[in-house]
Structures are given as C-alpha cells and as structure tokens.
C-alpha cells in the first residue's frame, strides 16, 4: 500500500514546542508575515466583539504552503538535496514546494491530478517544478497521484515528501499563529474565542490548532470542509481517522482530500477544538464575493470556505473574538469573476 511509504511513527506525529518556534525563526524573513486584516463592518453586523481575516492569500505561491513546505526542505540531507524530491499535490502545495526546494538548492517534481486547476499546473511548472499528470477516474484523486509519486521516488531515488502528513508541515504552518498572537497583543485585542480554519488533509489546521494551544485555553479552532468531503469531522467523531467513498463534488478543489492525514489526526485528536463544520459551494461563493466586496481580496474557494463558515454560524458567536484563516488565493481571474458575479 503507498500509505505505508509516508507512515510516520507516533513519537513524530506531533510537532514540539520548540520546533515550532524554530520553524518560526527559519521563516521570518522568508515567508510573508501576512497581514491581519480587521473586518468592523461584519463584527458589527454580526454582533461580534472583533473579526479578523489572517490573508494567507497573499503568502509566497499565494497560499499558506510555502510555510510548511520551506521548513520541511529545511530538514532534507546534502545528499537529499542533490537527488531532488517528488510529491503529489492538487495545486497549491503543487506551487510551494519548487519555491521552497529552490531555496535549500534541490529540484522537485510534482505529480498532480488531471483534473487540478488549469492555473495551478501553470504555476507549478513557473515556479520550477516538472509536473506529471494522472488521471483517477472515480477513484480518489490523491489515492492515484501518491502511487505515482511513490514510483517516481523509487525509479529516481528522489524524497518523497507528503503535502501534509508530516510533522514538519505542520510546525512550519504553525508559524501563522505567531504572527496572529503578536499581532492582536500590539493592537490591545483579546485572542480568539474561534478561530475558522479550511481542513482538507489536516496540514494547515493542525498547525493552527497546536499552535493556538499553545497561547490561549479558551480558543477554538474550528475545522471547516465541503459537503460531501468532511472527512475531518467525521474521523474526529468517530474517534480514528476513516476514508470518505467519493460521493460528490465540490468547487473547493483544494480540499477533496477524502482521509485526513495521521499526523494532522494525531495533533487535533490530542487537543479540545471547536465542532467541526460543513459548508456548501453556494455558501462559499457568497463569501467569496462579500471578502471581494468589502476589502477587495481575492481568494479561492477553498480560502473563502472558513469564511463562508462564520456567516452560517455568526448567530452562535454574538460577543465572541473570532479568527477566519483566508489560506489561498490561486484561481483563475475568469473564474473568479464568473463566481462573484
């Protein structure tokens, strides 16, 4: 089975104190401190005591993977770095990794889903990756792209690096929540009550959820998927992390992902977050093109859905300090235009 080429072992499903910060000192300077956008007009129309959107939009690659990815490439031997490394990914992680491999002097190869955003393919190929791709039919994209990804590690000795099953991902994509802590601490605003984050595998919001645990006992952060694709919710609920059959689709192209990654069960399973949350595609669309709206930011589906997520349950939150996570921004302009319109 390709699962047991990325198994981790239980002692390194869960990132330390002190990786995360030094995550966080690696990236300073590297990645964007993106900004922290407040958003008084919808505070106040929902009866919030504050609304802060973190922009992981406008992230190197245009989404909150370059974090994880560069502090992962970090770890790769000098021999590691030579032979190169290959991954599968959906389109974001698809952009960050060339960058972040780049950086440390290695070469990447990207094995993507036939069906990934036209853009996305682009972009990874701009920004230096050669990109394989594989068509899954009605099985689970990923399933079929991480086979091929498995082969091309074997064939040429290259490292094979999970877009979000791994615990350096997760310290990396930790270090936003420093970011948000420092930054509510200067402005003299409370941390979070809630804190929406976007859960395909589990690499982003596992990051957040650690990292949150770490500041503040009373945040929860509350993991949001596609309908048809919760595949978070339901392995929390049940207690072990399960694979979804694929029933459906999604515009969240970004978070189709039908298991959630060990590593990411491992970290939300160890701590209290907030009860999971399904949105559908009308719903996304509508907070993409409010986000558009208010302060002209542009984000994917997949960025807008934790956003869509506070809108459908702003009448629970009333008083409440809370955090939407806006994770990417990679969407065609057309598309993007057709959807807000």
């Known amino acids: 089975m390709h699962q047991e080429h990325f198994r981790r072992t239980a002692r390194k499903l869960i990132p330390s104190e002190r990786e995360i910060e030094l995550a966080s000192v690696a990236l ?5 401190e993106t900004p922290l956008v407040e958003m008084p007009e919808l505070a106040k129309k929902f009866q919030l005591n504050s609304l802060h959107l973190k922009l992981e939009s406008m992230q190197r690659t245009g ?32 952009q ?11 070469s990447t190869k990207i094995v993507m889903p036939i069906d990934a955003p036209e853009v996305k393919k682009m972009r990874a190929e701009k920004f230096g990756a050669e990109v394989i791709l594989t068509n899954h039919g009605n099985e689970g994209r990923e399933i079929i792209a991480a086979q091929k990804a498995v082969q091309i590690a074997k064939e040429e000795n290259r490292a094979l690096l999970h877009p979000f099953d791994d615990v350096h991902m997760i310290a990396g994509n930790a270090s936003a929540v420093n970011e948000i802590v420092t930054t509510l601490n200067a402005r003299n605003i409370p941390l979070p009550d809630h804190v929406f984050c976007c ?15 770490r500041h503040s006992s009373k945040t929860q952060v509350v993991p ?11 392995s929390l609920s049940k207690g072990k992390a399960i694979t979804l059959k694929l029933s459906g689709e999604s515009i969240c192209d970004a978070l189709k992902a039908l298991r959630p990654g060990d590593a990411p069960f491992a970290c939300l399973s160890s701590i209290s977050i907030g009860a999971p949350t399904v949105v559908l595609d009308s719903e996304v669309v509508q907070a993409m093109a409010l986000a558009y709206e208010l302060r002209r930011i542009i984000l994917e589906p997949a960025g807008a859905a934790p ?10 939150l009333k ?21 807000i319109q």
């Open 96 to 106: 960050a990794l060339p960058v972040a491999a780049s950086l440390v002097g290695a």
């Open 319 to 339: 008083g409440k300090d809370v955090v939407v996570i806006a994770s990417g921004a990679n969407i065609q302009p057309e598309v993007f235009m057709r959807y």
């Open 199 to 213: 859960a395909g595998g589990g690499g982003l919001i596992s990051g957040i959820a650690i990292g949150f645990a």
């Open 224 to 234: 949001v998927e596609p309908k048809g694709f919760d595949s978070t919710g339901q």
């Open 28 to 32: 300073r300077g590297v990645a964007i």
């Open 63 to 94: 989404s909150f993977k370059f974090r994880g990815a560069y502090w992962r490439c970090m770890q790769l031997s000098p021999d590691e770095r030579c032979r190169g490394v290959v991954a599968f990914s959906s389109g974001n992680f698809a």
């Open 307 to 316: 956003l869509a997520a506070l809108i459908a349950n702003a009448d629970h």
